[in-house]
């Protein structure tokens, strides 16, 4: 071990600059401990303790020096390269630049944009509750993507939020369209004067993708989440938005959509939605007409059509329920005897259970991982039997990979097992666009449809497939382009998810026919 | 209500996934991307207690008081006594310590050796073994300075018949008090109790403070606020460095000792020995701290922080809504620069009341006012602006007395709200001096550390359950 020290005359530094070069040359190559002092006499004891200088050294108070210790070979280079340090011009030293620090809570946020109306949260489900509290007890509106927030948390947020005139969407609330600006999965339409208000996401996106496409136009489209009308909630956000879109002066006609709601519940809303003051188009999946319908309210039994009787209302016309609820063309194809099921593959949870309400009146039981009767559950969710429409959304399915709106891989493997069973008549798909879905579904889905009715062929089959994409030509994605695409790979399109399966019974009910 | 939103452009905070801020924007929206953390580093239970503290409006009125009674404050050095004789419920067998309480056998090595010498300086005992021996005994009793309106930087030891300086709060009538400043070395507060440590103890009883006390009685108090205020302009931060305070405060001195009836030799090793250390104003700037934050403290429902204090094993939290009480969390090692010869290992876990200062928005906070203290992390003085814009988003209020030059004369964010702190995962940042482990080797470094989180948490599940209810 060496010893090497440097005496530079007159040169001042305050102590914790020194401290701050001592630490800095102990990391020069080859230095082991490492010293820079003005060599008071106290200074130079203290070196001296610390064994970093031996012997006496010729420097005095205002004199800096430089003591180091390490391997022979090292300490000159070290020597000089310290003293270059020491001498380099205030420019070149450590330069700092100003960090302002990213907001890291709603409430620091909020001071970065003090316009702030809106909280869009979706965190895990275990912080968002304590996340939506803040941002309620800040003022904001809360749109609550996450799932898996506790009912009791749920209950307690909107009824916190009611009581300062705040609304909560959600919780599992995947899309909303508030002031024209589509938030979290949505899609890009036409500002209009329809207001929607859906317990259902893809329901909403269904509606207002057919609102669009059909020339009319949205004021806001307002989620709630799926648990709203349960009972314990009591329809609070619906009431709250129902409510908000019959004071707004830019909305003409009011359409609210629920898987079927609580009956109490349900009651609660249709009374509300009488008193609106302009009418209210109303589709409750499942529910029966008769029970809805009002003075200035008006049943739909499918998406698409509550759409339609919104943009007749929208355009002065009454709502036409006496429209028939056939498909809009034939379907060219012919099955052979085998061919007897539908398959319903879908991304939409909403789209699903739709499927299931048409076909079971059509085509009779039909089994599902989310059925409308608990005895039509399917107990293999990897596995159809019969007439099946599977949720691909369902939890059991998203655990640890994407939703199906995102990754199309888990689809496209059961499109093609569908396909190979030769009972398989129909498949039917939905395509959602818009933020937060695939770039390009029809894409990713082209091949695989080549590929299934290839598949199909080769066994002597024809293999149809229906779809339908729920978009719009200002999405992302482009409606035509898509349809297009899918189109060219063989698909047979309808408009909507009601269209589609209409057409699929179509094609089972002349096979049955020909069978019989 | 919602419809009022209809009418206003949508502004948006994202909570959670980027894509959906991003695709706001895209879509022509304004949205603000919150760089979110599970708070409180994922405590579901503390964030719920979060939850319903933030904005809540007594919280929100309360802290309004408790930085009301902060600002309002007036410490004035009024006088200098014996502890035993000024200190609230100071007993003859007493001996005063840093941080928050802590037993005779769990103390820190610098603790236990400056607790030695104050025995040997009572003349308890006459030698160490006997002073570890009446220590280790029970005989005596050990409290913080806080618990007795008192601060103390590293060991932070007071015994009976120590003189103090009292501090006067005027604004609330509130006394406040701390030792004497011995200079750098072998010192008491370092645990370091030889000969030469009780020689030095004596004469600033016997010399010094006579002294100093004649003089300030001529002045009739020094009002602190503004001297420190003035420091801040010179480039102190009043903590970890009170060079300019110190000469201001010989500066005021140095004319009423002359009118005083001590002999010039006394006169003259007093101006030499307040001359000599550059620390000395630091336990004014300490009295006067506690001053401002007593007269915060016990305000029902505020979330502001009263103290941060260290006993070389925990660190320390005291919180105006919840009188007494501590929040305490092991003490940090502070990475900082090291003497020649010591490193890391050497270093005593972070010690001494002098956190008192950031607690009151100067030393940390007002870092941008003291640029040459950043070099302790090797950092530039913007990195010193840095921190005390960071303190800002902790912080109830910026304090109007204490105005920093190169934030264009701000005031400096003062009053930490532990919502804040829990919140947004800034941890308040402190300036300090470090300690050898060892009783008596001194101080062996200077850094900048950060009070622990879990002081914190614990402080905001404790406020939530006392201000709504348990829940």
Same mark, same amino acid.
């Given at each position: ?297 008006? #049943? $739909?039994?499918? &998406? ?5 009787? /919104?943009?007749? *209302? !929208? ?6 329920? =006496? ?117 390009? #579904? $029809?894409?990713? &889905? ?5 590929? /299934?009715?290839? *598949? !199909? ?6 293999? =149809? ?52 | ?471």
């Amino acid at each position: 071990m060496a010893r090497a020290t440097k005496v530079i005359r007159n040169f001042y530094h305050d102590s914790v600059s020194l401290m701050q070069l001592s630490s800095m040359f102990a990391q020069l190559p080859g230095v082991e401990q490492a010293a820079a002092i003005m060599a008071s006499a106290n200074n130079i004891n203290l070196l001296k303790e610390a064994g970093l200088v031996a012997g006496t050294v010729e420097a005095g108070a205002n004199d800096l020096l430089i003591a180091l210790q390490g391997s022979a070979e090292a300490l000159d280079a070290a020597l000089a390269a310290a003293e270059s340090t020491l001498k380099q011009s205030a420019s070149t030293a450590g330069q700092g630049t100003s960090r302002t620090i990213a907001p890291r809570s709603l409430e620091m946020g909020l001071a970065n944009m003090v316009e702030g109306n809106l909280a869009v949260i979706s965190t895990p489900g275990e912080y968002a509750a304590a996340e939506a509290f803040k941002a309620l007890r800040l003022g904001l509106h809360v749109m609550l993507f996450s799932d898996n927030v506790q009912l009791q948390d749920e209950i307690a947020l909107k009824q916190f939020a009611r009581d300062r005139d705040l609304i909560v969407m959600g919780p599992e609330c995947g899309t909303a369209v508030i002031n024209g600006v589509p938030l979290a999965f949505a899609n890009v339409v036409t500002r209009g004067t329809i207001g929607v208000v859906a317990a259902s996401g893809t329901g909403l996106q269904q509606v207002i993708c057919l609102i669009d496409r059909w020339g009319q136009g949205i004021s806001q489209a307002i989620g709630t989440g799926s648990h709203d009308l349960h009972r314990a909630v009591g329809g609070i956000s619906m009431l709250q938005g129902l409510k908000a879109l019959a004071a707004d002066r830019s909305t003409s006609v009011i359409v609210l959509i629920s898987k079927p709601p609580d009956s109490e519940v349900a009651e609660h809303v249709l009374e509300a939605a009488g008193k609106a003051g302009k009418p209210v188009v109303v589709n409750f999946l499942g529910a029966d007409p008769a029970r809805i319908r009002r003075p200035n309210v008006f #049943p $739909a039994d499918t &998406l698409e059509d509550a759409a339609k009787a /919104a943009v007749a *209302l !929208a355009e002065g016309r009454p709502p036409d329920p =006496a429209q028939p609820a056939g498909f809009l063309h034939a379907v060219p194809f012919t099955c052979t005897p085998g061919q007897r099921y539908i398959r319903g593959l879908y991304s939409g949870g909403t789209f699903c259970y739709e499927a299931s309400l048409l076909l079971k009146k059509n085509v009779g039981r039909i089994y599902s991982n989310t059925p409308v009767e608990p005895a039509d559950r399917l107990h293999d969710g990897w596995t159809s039997r019969e007439h099946t429409v599977i949720d691909l959304g369902d939890d059991r399915f998203t655990r640890g990979r994407p939703h199906p709106m995102i990754d199309h891989r888990l689809r496209n493997e059961r499109i093609l097992k569908e396909a190979a069973d030769p009972q398989v008549a129909v498949i039917v798909l939905d395509i959602v666009l818009g933020y937060g879905s695939h770039p390009d #579904p $029809a894409g990713e &889905l082209a091949p695989v449809l080549h590929q /299934a009715t290839g *598949l !199909a062929r080769k066994a002597g089959r024809q293999l =149809a497939v229906i779809g339908f994409v729920c978009g719009t030509a200002s999405d992302p994605q482009g409606l035509s382009t898509q349809e297009d695409t899918l189109r060219g790979a063989g698909m047979i399109l309808a408009e909507s998810n009601a269209q589609a399966v209409r057409m699929a019974a179509a094609v089972v009910a002349g096979q049955t026919g020909m069978s019989s | 209500m919602m419809q009022t939103l209809f009418q206003e452009k949508l502004h948006v905070l994202n909570v959670g996934l980027a894509s959906f801020a991003e695709s706001i924007v895209k879509a022509g929206g304004t949205a603000l991307q919150i760089e979110w953390a599970p708070p409180a580093q994922g405590q579901q239970n503390v964030a719920r207690a979060l939850a319903q503290l933030v904005n809540r409006p007594s919280v929100e009125a309360a802290n309004r008081t408790a930085f009301d009674l902060y600002q309002s404050s007036q410490p004035i050095l009024r006088d200098i006594g014996i502890a035993s004789e000024m200190l609230p419920n100071m007993g003859n067998r007493m001996i005063l310590h840093g941080g928050p309480p802590i037993a005779w056998q769990n103390m820190c090595g610098p603790m236990k050796g400056a607790i030695l010498g104050a025995i040997l300086y009572e003349g308890w005992a006459k030698d160490t073994a006997g002073a570890t021996a009446l220590a280790a005994g029970g005989d005596i009793v050990f409290e913080p300075c806080h618990h007795h309106a008192a601060v103390g930087p590293m060991a932070g030891v007071i015994s009976p018949s120590m003189p103090v300086w009292m501090v006067v709060d005027t604004a609330h009538n509130r006394p406040s008090f701390s030792n004497f400043n011995e200079g750098l070395g072998q010192v008491l507060r370092f645990g370091a109790n030889g000969p030469d440590v009780i020689d030095r103890l004596r004469w600033i009883e016997q010399t010094l403070a006579p002294t100093l006390r004649a003089g300030i009685e001529i002045l009739g108090g020094i009002d602190l606020k503004p001297l420190m205020a003035q420091a801040l302009h010179m480039g102190d931060e009043v903590h970890n460095r009170n060079v300019a305070a110190s000469s201001l405060l010989l500066k005021r001195l140095i004319t009423a000792l002359l009118k005083t009836q001590a002999s010039s030799p006394d006169i003259a090793a007093a101006v030499d020995f307040v001359a000599g250390n550059d620390h000395f104003f630091l336990n004014l700037s300490m009295a006067a701290c506690k001053a401002m934050l007593d007269a915060a403290q016990g305000v029902p429902g505020s979330s502001m922080v009263t103290a941060m204090a260290r006993n070389g094993v925990e660190f320390g939290i005291r919180v105006s809504g919840m009188g007494e009480r501590w929040f305490t969390a092991p003490a940090p090692i502070v990475d900082g620069l090291f003497f020649p010869g010591f490193t890391m290992a050497d270093a005593a876990p972070d010690l001494g009341d002098s956190a008192i200062t950031e607690t009151a928005g100067v030393g940390g906070f007002a870092m941008a006012a003291a640029p040459a203290i950043v070099k302790f992390v090797g950092g530039a003085p913007q990195d010193a602006i840095d921190n005390t814009m960071a303190m800002a988003h902790i912080t109830i209020g910026c304090n109007e007395a204490f105005t920093l030059p190169p934030m264009n004369f701000a005031g400096s964010p003062a009053g930490i709200d532990i919502r804040k702190v829990v919140d947004t995962g800034i941890l308040p940042i402190i300036n300090t001096g470090i300690a050898h482990r060892e009783a008596g080797v001194g101080q062996i470094g200077a850094g900048i550390t950060r009070a622990p989180l879990a002081c914190f948490t614990q402080a905001v599940s404790a406020l939530a359950a006392r201000v709504c209810g348990t829940r």
